[in-house]
Nanobody
Framework: QVQLVESGGGLVQPGGSLRLSCAAS????????MGWYRQVPGKQRELVTI???????NYADSVKGRFTISRDNAKNTVYLQMNSLKPEDTAVYYC?????????WGKGTLVTVSS
């Protein structure tokens, strides 16, 4: 079982920035596919971004040019740098991993963008 622990959420004004972190357990982190999803109450969870073991990234159109995913394999950690935040980015952000042939989820961290 892979455990994922998110941190870094909070309240930020529109136009501001936040960086989320996700620490993963396991000895094979460098081979995990990692990503971030988000969910607004009453709506489906949606993919924000994903990064392969080789560093290839994909982003939802709604965050392209504003969000950046990165990973530090030495620290078993994936990051989500969020810039130019908008109120519509408000959601619970979940860390996601494909590892050991299974999908794994963190418990989520709340990001609120509001003035």
């Amino acid at each position: 079982q892979v455990q994922l622990v998110e941190s870094g959420g909070g309240l930020v004004q529109p136009g501001g920035s936040l960086r989320l972190s996700c620490a993963a357990s396991g000895r094979d982190f460098s081979n995990y596919v990692m990503g971030w999803y988000r969910q607004v109450p009453g709506k489906q969870r949606e993919l924000v971004t994903i990064i392969s073991s080789g560093g290839t990234t994909n982003y939802a159109d709604s965050v392209k040019g504003r969000f950046t995913i990165s990973r530090d394999n030495a620290k078993n950690t994936v990051y989500l740098q969020m810039n130019s935040l908008k109120p519509e980015d408000t959601a619970v952000y979940y860390c996601y991993a494909i590892a050991l042939g299974m999908n794994h989820w963190g418990k989520g961290t709340l990001v609120t963008v509001s003035s």
